[in-house]
Every structure is written in C-alpha cells, then in structure tokens.
C-alpha cells in the first residue's frame, strides 16, 4: 500500500518540500508519495491526530506548527528538545517522535562542499528559527566557538544561550571566523540588501547563505569577489529533507541528494 508523507504550514502553497520528496521517493521507486496540506494556525494538535487516524507515515513541519509541534508528539530528539522546535515527525511503534533536521542539514551542506565544522570558528548573522537550528547543529558538530550577531540583540542573547561555545557577538568577529553564516532573510526574493558590510570578509573563509531565492544571493557574490569559498543555501534545504527521508524509511534508505537539488532547481527556475 503507498505510504503517505506530507507537509503541513500556513501557508503551505509555495514550499518547495513536495516536489524535493516526490523526486527522491521516485528516484528509489519506493511506494510513497508526499502532500502539501494547509493546516490553519492552531491546529498542529488537530494535524498529529489526523496523522494518527489516517496513518500518515510522516510529516514535515513548517512555520507556524514547529513549537506547538514540538509540544504535542510523544518523544522529541535532542536537537528538537533543545530548540522546542520540531519540522520533522515520525513513527516509533505507535509514539510519535519529532525531530528537527534543518541544522544538521546546513552541517550535511558544509560537508558536502568539503567544510569540516568539527573544530571551527563560526559566525552567525541572525538569531531567527533557522539560526537557532544552526547554531545548534555546529555546537553539536563540533565547532569551537559560535558567534551570534542579530539586529536585534535580546535575540542574538537567547540564541548563544543554546549551547556553552556560542557566545553573543561584535561585529569584528566577522573577519576572525572560518565560516559566516548570513542566517537572517536579508537577500531574500527582489531584497538586495547585504546582511553586514562585505569588506569584514575575506580569502580563506568560507561564507554560507541560508536564503536560495535567488540561488545567487548578493552576499554570495560579494563574499566570492573577496575570495572566500561560497556555500548557497539550497544545500540546505536539500540536506535537511534528505535526513527526513532517511528518518521515516530507515537508515539504509537510498536517498538521491542530487535529484532532489535538480527537481528543486527546476521549481525554482520555472517559479521565476
Ligand atoms: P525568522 O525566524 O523570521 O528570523 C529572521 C531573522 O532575520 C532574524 O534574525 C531577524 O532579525 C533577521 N532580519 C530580518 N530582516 C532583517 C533586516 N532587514 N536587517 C537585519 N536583520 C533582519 O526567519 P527564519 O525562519 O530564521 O529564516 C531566516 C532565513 O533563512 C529566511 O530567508 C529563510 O527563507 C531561510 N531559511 C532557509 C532554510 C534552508 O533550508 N536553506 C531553512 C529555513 C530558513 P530580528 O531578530 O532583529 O528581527
């Protein structure tokens, strides 16, 4: 019998999540198939039931359920308790366990582009859902010291609050990290602004965006005229539902990263 998976958010029209585990699930030829379910805020208590009842065989979670999510499943991983946080659910015997990938995903995109977190010294702009995930993912991967710099800086407090090598940052730890994360939505869509001024990088770095509309953010392209090594931010995205898929059909699922990047591409491209 073909599983179901499904993503749930409000809004849930434009996530790129459907065609990203469409294309893997078919690259494997494994009888699943994935959804795009718009849940209204204040139901994710309401999704895990129908999830239940219906015997959905996996859920991605985006805003705004990651929180209420996070207090509803039965058993939450580390990550995901860590950040009360959850966008991934699944099945263990008749619990529902919550998990949060979209860290350790950015960590997988690093590797993948051949960056070794374990023992690095990372900046991170933004201190937002996704930063949060991230700051996590790099303490839990190893990096030495994590600095946080946000707009605004109750934010940037709370999120170094997460792990003992984060710290809240100054603006001339840009130029000391190995690697600098913009983690803020500054460059997203038609928004050609640069999160920090791109003279504080340089050659030798390695500089991560996490928006991927467009693909090619400005600070991207700035941080490639100074010299440093570029990461976009659809590795990203890739990564963290490659980890899902392996979450709900076990380890040793084949899960075809290169696929889901092509298929998400094309979307992208055809979306304009
Ligand atoms: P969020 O929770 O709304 O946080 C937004 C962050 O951006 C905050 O730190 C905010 O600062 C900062 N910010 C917004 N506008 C700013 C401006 N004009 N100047 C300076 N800082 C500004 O959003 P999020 O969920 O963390 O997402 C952040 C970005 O990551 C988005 O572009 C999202 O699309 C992207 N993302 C990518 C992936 C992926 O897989 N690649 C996954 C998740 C998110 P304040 O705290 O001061 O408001």
């Given amino acids: 019998m073909t599983r179901l998976a499904a993503v749930i958010g409000s809004p849930v029209a434009h996530s790129l999540s459907p065609v990203i585990h469409r294309a893997a699930f ?15 805020p204040g139901n994710a208590s309401a999704a895990l039931d129908a999830m239940r009842t219906l015997g959905i065989g996996g859920l991605s979670v985006t805003m705004p359920h990651k929180d209420a999510v996070a207090a509803a499943v039965d058993r939450l ?22 998990w949060s990938t979209d860290g350790a995903g950015f960590v997988a995109s690093l590797a993948e582009a051949g960056v070794d977190v374990d023992g690095a010294k990372v900046a991170v702009i933004g201190a937002g859902g996704a930063a949060r995930s991230v700051i996590d993912a790099l303490a839990r991967a190893g990096a030495v010291d994590v600095t946080v710099l946000n707009r605004t800086p109750e934010k940037a407090e709370s999120a170094a609050a997460l792990t003992p090598v984060a710290t809240p940052g100054i603006i001339s730890d840009i130029g000391r990290a190995d690697i600098v994360v913009n983690a803020t939505s500054v460059g997203m869509g038609t928004d050609g602004s640069l999160p920090c001024d791109p003279d504080l990088l340089h050659d030798g770095q390695v500089v991560a965006d996490l928006v991927y509309h467009p693909l090619e953010t400005r600070w991207l392209s700035a941080a490639a005229e ?14 963290q539902a490659a980890l899902q898929q392996r979450i709900w059909l076990g380890d040793d699922a084949v899960v075809d990263t290169a696929v889901m990047r092509a298929a998400a591409l094309a979307a992208l491209t055809s979306r304009g």
């Fill in 77 to 98: 991983d580390p990550a995901a308790r860590a950040l009360h946080s959850v966008n991934t659910v699944s099945w263990e015997g008749d619990q529902l366990v919550g």
């Fill in 26 to 40: 078919d690259a494997a030829g494994v009888d699943w198939t994935y959804a795009a379910l718009e849940v209204a």
């Fill in 226 to 239: 100074r010299g440093a090594r570029t990461v976009d931010g659809l590795g990203m995205l890739v990564h």
